[in-house]
């Protein structure tokens, strides 16, 4: 198989600040056209930038004049692998909005072409690109698979995305595990998986999650073989996320997540969140303020409020820009 090959115009950006004193000139300066003593005929050309959201990172692509992504699934894949080409956890297409509700459309393939329906992280570097492109707004409306997503910009260089209401519902999320808690939801119920029983708690946030807690992550599950066991078990039909959460105290939750088609990953967005709401229905911690619940995920702290007025779920954490650059593929 022959791999992408990625064209670095520059490197060593480890701020999403960079360019904010002159967005447009940010990304659009490299759009240009390679020499063609360097590329053979039939290569593709795509022009990138890579954020990272607490380690979370991502493939960037432009496609505010298309309606669907510039790249199919399996070129996506082939962008994300670690060694031969750019490497992320998924690529992330800027596209138009379907209608003037919205400002914008965003896509995502996971580094195993699969589509998720939403990334928690991956919003908060759209809006991060969208700002380095030189949109100059503080808030958008996002169309996504798991419906209107709002992030908001803030000055210090974070981003709040509003993240809607956790859906409960068991069949919904989806899973077949039978409800044993109010609004037909499942918390704590019995699970098989990789030789050993597990008390699961299932959330969406327009995406599957599985949560699972216990009083020490290194101790108590074996990461690498329970995570893809519970990704893929028969009582998630459409698989899903896997969270391992640890209850520091009542206001600090520690997790480690296998996400679905990514595998580990340094951080989930929409796990977090989906952690937080296990966490009060399951009694483990009571709900936070406006400060929010600190988890802290192996590549940093987000916070999360899940607030009891419109019972809708606020993320609040960083998104980086990395680098910028090409990528050759054949």
């Known amino acids: 198989m022959r791999f992408p090959t990625l064209f670095l115009l520059f490197s060593g950006l480890s701020s999403s600040n960079a360019w904010t004193s002159k967005p447009n000139l940010a990304l659009n300066s490299f759009r240009h056209s390679s020499s063609s003593s360097a590329l053979s005929a039939g290569v593709k050309l795509i022009d990138i930038a890579k954020y990272e959201g607490l380690g979370n990172d991502f493939i960037l692509v432009d496609d505010r004049d298309k309606k669907d992504p510039s790249l199919t699934p399996e070129e996506s894949a082939r962008l994300c692998d670690r060694n031969f080409c750019v490497g992320g956890d998924g690529v992330i297409f800027a596209l138009e909005s379907p209608d003037d509700s919205y400002d914008f459309t965003m896509r995502i393939y996971n580094s195993d072409g699969s589509e998720p329906e939403m990334c928690g992280n991956g919003i908060r570097c759209f809006a ?179 607030r009891e007025e419109d019972n809708k779920i606020y993320m609040t954490g960083p998104a980086n820009l990395s680098f910028k650059g090409q990528a050759a593929l054949k």
């Open 128 to 306: 991060a690109f969208l700002r380095d492109l030189g949109e100059e707004a503080k808030s958008y409306r996002i169309n996504t698979l798991a419906g209107p997503i709002i992030p908001v910009l803030n000055d210090n260089g974070d981003v709040t995305v509003d993240m809607g209401e956790p859906v409960l519902d068991g069949p919904t999320v989806p899973t077949t595990l039978e409800p044993n808690f109010d609004k037909n939801s499942v918390v704590e119920q019995t699970i098989e998986a990789n030789g050993k029983t597990f008390e699961v708690s299932a959330v969406s946030m327009g995406n599957p999650h599985a949560i699972i807690f216990v009083d020490d992550l290194e101790k108590d599950i074996d990461f690498e073989k329970d995570g893809p066991a519970l990704e893929c078990h028969s009582m998630f039909p459409a698989k899903t996320n896997v969270e391992f959460v640890q209850v520091m105290s009542p206001t600090h939750l520690k997790m480690k997540v296998w996400e679905r088609g990514a595998g580990p990953t340094l951080a989930c967005g929409t796990g977090t969140c989906a952690l937080v709401v296990a966490a009060v229905r399951a009694g483990k911690i009571p709900r936070a303020g406006i400060e929010g619940t600190r988890v802290t995920l192996p590549g940093g702290d987000l916070f999360i409020e899940w």
